[in-house]
């Protein structure tokens, strides 16, 4: 059996009982709006190994164990024209990640500054290209064994499953008080196959993302400054 077709029934298997693949799925940016966020930053970034974001940089000189605070800007949405989106959907999308951040770091302790100073750090963000699911085909195709098959064989070749949504961000995180930048990354992802994503409305991808990034960027924060082992 070939690794390709190995592959694709393996996700389906797994999906036929209830194991599930990734409710995301990482690509390669490709939102030419990430040049302007992130001006003077872009050259910056590298690669990300394995489970890390796909194109990130950290500042290793800095103490990051003297942050003890977060300057949360308001999520901002950057998009070309003729990609743009109604303002009350990019502004659902902007709210829904803000209020994953600000969760994820109410959990661990990291209180949010209302100002800049000492020992606080400025994160900022921008959601970039979003696209929504086709709902009803959406289900079908992580339900039906038969589409299973057919939407991960085509995710092989085109890195995103049929009818999924996807979303990109920006982001870049500096000292409150000097600029100096500390980190920056650029990533992308849509939706995955998991039966997690059969129920869901036109948006629910772009959601799973961005849980995914604050769940992910935290820890990440965390584990620089010290209070969390490495992953």
């Not at 992130?38 to 290793?60: I, M």
């Not at 803000?98 to 209180?111: C, T």
């Not at 064994?145 to 920006?170: C, K, M, W």
Request: charged share 20%; with cysteine; glycine share 6%.
């Amino acid at each position: 059996m070939s690794p390709i077709r190995t592959r694709v029934s393996a996700c389906a298997v797994a999906l036929l009982f209830s194991v599930g693949c990734a409710s995301t799925v990482q690509q390669k940016p490709q939102a030419p709006e990430s040049l302007g966020f992130l001006s003077g930053v872009y050259d910056k970034l590298e690669p990300g190994n394995e489970g890390q974001l796909a194109l990130r940089y950290v500042n290793r000189n800095m103490d990051w164990k003297q942050y003890k605070q977060v300057l949360l800007d308001p999520v901002q949405y950057w998009a070309s024209t003729e990609g743009s989106m109604a303002p009350d959907v990019s502004q659902m999308l902007t709210t829904y990640f803000y209020n994953a951040l600000h969760q994820n770091l109410e959990k661990v302790g990291v209180p949010l500054a209302p100002l800049p100073g000492p020992g606080v750090l400025r994160a900022e963000f921008a959601l970039l290209d979003a696209s929504s699911a086709t709902p009803i085909l959406r289900s079908v195709s992580v339900m039906v064994p038969q589409a299973i098959l057919l939407n991960t064989a085509q995710s092989l070749f085109t890195d995103r499953y049929a009818f999924s949504g996807h979303i990109e961000v920006a982001m870049k995180v500096t000292d409150s008080r000097s600029g100096e930048l500390l980190a920056a990354a650029l990533d992308r992802r849509s939706g995955g196959v998991g039966i997690q994503q059969a129920a869901q409305w036109k948006w629910g991808d772009a959601e799973a993302a961005m849980d995914n990034w604050a769940e992910h960027l935290v820890a990440r924060l965390q584990e620089l400054r010290g209070q969390a082992k490495a992953k």
